[in-house]
T-cell receptor, first 114, second 109 residues
Framework: DTAVSQTPKYLVTQMGNDKSIKCEQN?????MYWYKQDSKKFLKIMFS???????INETVPNRFSPKSPDKAHLNLHINSLELGDSAVYFC?????????????FGDGTRLSIL | GENVEQHPSTLSVQEGDSAVIKCTYS??????FPWYKQELGKRPQLIID?????GEKKDQRIAVTLNKTAKHFSLHITETQPEDSAVYFC????????FGAGTRLTVKP
């Protein structure tokens, strides 16, 4: 009964392709996030959603678009993949918003661009 | 918003010794400071957190101290064990959540 589950775990694809990563949480949390972790292990927040509303949209290229069909899901769609997109992408969720509560992370999706 | 500064970037200790990791934040409005542990190939997991209304919190071998005046907080691990080896991240809730750059802790048996 994984709390935050994301699929796929590994994604290997060619430059220029479009891909999606799915995330679901069964914790009843209000806010979901996407993070990018590069090869140097730096965790950078990309997006967060609260009750279907985008709260944060960092300086992320518009090739990245989050989609939330309901508050238990936050999917990440990436268009025209580039070499620099290779990283581990983590989904997370928390109760409430404003970063005042612990975040629960998924196991990550390792994206490799050939 | 400003990132959280975290030091050192790497730390190697002998089993049984203590380890201390320090973080500095910039926004005085920050009021929640969690610490996450990430083992190799795994997800970050919360190990301890502190809110701005207390100065110290302890959970067995792990403690966190907060100095609001100086705007820094520290993670203390006592009696370190090889399984403590991981990357540790501090964070504050400036503009939702900002993470430090991480500290790779190695505990030598």
């Amino acid at each position: 009964d994984t709390a935050v589950s994301q699929t796929p775990k590994y994604l290997v694809t060619q430059m220029g392709n479009d891909k999606s990563i799915k995330c679901e949480q069964n914790l009843g949390h209000d806010t979901m996030y996407w993070y990018k972790q590069d090869s140097k292990k730096f965790l950078k927040i990309m997006f967060s959603y609260n009750n279907k509303e985008l709260i944060i949209n960092e300086t992320v290229p518009n090739r990245f678009s989050p989609k939330s069909p309901d508050k238990a899901h936050l999917n990440l769609h990436i268009n025209s993949l580039e070499l620099g997109d290779s990283a581990v992408y983590f989904c997370a969720s928390s109760l409430g918003q404003g970063g005042n509560q612990p975040q629960h992370f998924g196991d990550g999706t390792r994206l490799s661009i050939l | 918003g400003e990132n959280v500064e975290q030091h050192p970037s790497t730390l190697s200790v002998q089993e049984g010794d203590s380890a201390v990791i320090k973080c500095t934040y910039s926004d005085s409005a920050s009021n929640y400071f969690p610490w996450y542990k990430q083992e190799l190939g795994k997800r970050p997991q919360l190990i301890i957190d502190i809110r701005s209304n207390v100065g110290e919190k302890k959970d067995q071998r792990i403690a966190v101290t907060l100095n609001k005046t100086a705007k820094h907080f520290s993670l203390h691990i006592t009696e370190t064990q090889p399984e403590d080896s991981a990357v540790y991240f501090c964070a504050d809730n400036n503009n939702d959540m900002r993470f430090g750059a991480g500290t790779r802790l190695t505990v030598k048996p």
